[in-house]
């Protein structure tokens, strides 16, 4: 169901879609991109049940502090020049 984790809905999903052969899409259960709902598709599910799968977004690393600094001392270096 795309929310980023393999649980019992995913698994409803792909019970539900078992046997389509043809066009087949993820909202159907195929998980292999196949175009077809399989014991393949299944085994995707089984090998990843319970795992929380990354959702696409990546941290973003904060700067440290010496950036920080810097980035303070240039903009305070630049407003004392516009005065």
């Known amino acids: 169901d795309q929310d980023f984790d393999a649980d019992g809905a995913d698994f ?23 175009g077809t709902v399989t014991g ?3 085994a995707i599910w ?14 973003v690393p904060e700067p440290t502090s010496w950036t920080l600094f810097l980035f303070a001392a240039a903009s305070g270096m630049l407003l004392k020049g516009w005065r």
Do not use: E, K, M, Y
């Not at 539900?16 to 993820?26: E, K, M, N, P």
């Open 40 to 42: 393949a598709d299944l």
């Open 46 to 59: 089984s090998s990843q049940f319970g795992i929380a799968l990354p959702s696409g977004s990546q941290a």
């Open 12 to 34: 409803l999903t792909w019970q539900r879609g078992f046997g389509v052969t043809s066009l087949a899409s993820i909202s159907n259960g195929d998980g292999n991109h196949s």
